[in-house]
């Protein structure tokens, strides 16, 4: 760390930090189904979203109002608790995985002058906490599958548990690379490693790439989206949900994108070091908004994988390559 | 003052799911606590300031549950409650009990005594992670070495029972063969 004292944080400041980013990347989320809707439009030379509002921009709203008066339907014979609970997880998970990770820069509300930090808790094993959170967010779906007796659900569930025994190694042997050459768990120490300019991604491609197709299969981005997809399963895990219980899913999806991404640009495109004449934040966001971008173009560019395949790629194709990977960095970094 | 609060409430609501896991009659009410429990368990070392154990608990077990999960899926309706099959209650109750209060007295004499000490404390300066790295390959080579080869052999073990057929696809038409083995045709 340089020389210059930060300001204390205080419990006032992490409560202002939490409930910035609750609301913030709520409002992300349910923007990112509009952004989502038309760029998979323009890609698929459709028009999207136009009739609400300006350019459909409105739809946003209309969404919203439409998610909000639903009836909230609970089957006869589901579990009840389960099934109430399950969606909480989903949204309570991405949040939470949140907590550790670098959003929006330090900054000092005038007046009252509290400081609210950069990270809301910064654990020094920050990275494992974020994967060990995300990877908790998955008994979403695989309680919302059981408890609602329903055989698409099961079935979305089952495809939830062996998605998530898959990708699980491929996300923390990637991973693993690039903190073998930082020494260190914690985003503040892989972004300063990258401060003279050099991004981690021109060592590890491999591990990058790895990492990109595992964290999809994390957030069950299209390639991957085997839990729900429409044509084989109906819905999956969400099949009975209706209204603002479906909606925490939603955001708890979306959120976990913006995870993927935050971990994907500090870890190895650069983090939010100055470049060329963009100050830091704008570099994060930039990013960010990249790899989210990326996500909604590798939808619109390739159909879904078939659970097998899923399997068969993750073990058999990027777990050797990630070991292999891995011990290349191992062998390299013992003779220099 | 806020650690105190985190612990009462990590206590109570770790007693609270574990009982719940032994004595709900439902599935998913047993599958679930315990999952939820578990988290709750790495509550504690966040608290110790064990960030590095804290995480291992969360990433570990919720993968381990996730696994136990799908067993749970295959083999009962996780809607409906199960018969248990309890043959003298008041004997199950006694021999419980009294592991309980052994455990409870075993692990609060050296508490009472007052010699319990840390025989490698947290050092300032140096992470989580590499403490622990220290003390493994140090202190404790043998038993990592021992629990790494424990587990290779259970991996291939696995490997080896699951991977019999592995050569023929599932999901392309599979040509129907006489079985090779001779309890298989005798079957017949």
Known sequence: MDATILPEVTAVGVIIKAVLILAVISAIAGFGTYIERKVLAFMQRRLGPQHVGPYGLLQLAAD????????????????????????????????IALAAVPVFPDFTIPFVDVFVPSIASDVNVGILFVLGMMA?????????????????????????????????????????????????????????????????????????????????????????????????????YVTEYSGMRWGMFFIGEYANMITIGVIASVVFLGGYNDWWIFAGWFMILAKIAFSFFFMLWVRAAWPHVRPDQLMWLCWKVLMPLAVINVVITGLVMMAG | MYEFIAFYIFAISTTILFMITVMSKNVLYAMTSLAAGMVMISGFFFILGADFLGVVQLIVYVGAVMALYSFAMMFFDATKDIKEKHNNPTLVFLLGGLMALVFVIIFSAPIIGENIEASYPIVNGVGNAQAVGIVLFTKYLVPFEVAAIMLLVAMIAGIILAGKKMDISLTKTVIQKEPEDEILKESK
């Open chain 1, 64 to 95: 919203g109002i439409k998610l909000f008066t639903k009836e909230d339907i609970i089957p006869q014979h589901a579990n009840k608790i389960i099934f109430s609970v399950a969606p909480a997880i989903t949204a309570a998970t991405a949040f």
């Open chain 1, 136 to 236: 908790a967010g998955l008994y979403g779906p695989l309680l919302a599958g059981m408890a609602q007796s329903n055989k698409w659900g099961i079935i979305g569930s089952a495809r939830t548990a062996i998605q998530f025994l898959s990708y699980e190694v491929v996300t923390g042997l990637s991973l693993l690379a690039p903190i073998m050459m930082v020494g260190s768990l914690s985003f503040v120490d892989f972004n300063d490693y990258q401060s003279d300019g050099t991004w981690l991604v021109v060592y590890q491609p491999v591990a990058f790439v790895l990492f990109l197709i595992a964290g999809y299969a994390e957030t069950n981005r299209t390639p991957f989206d085997l839990l729900e997809h429409e044509a084989e399963i109906v819905s999956g």
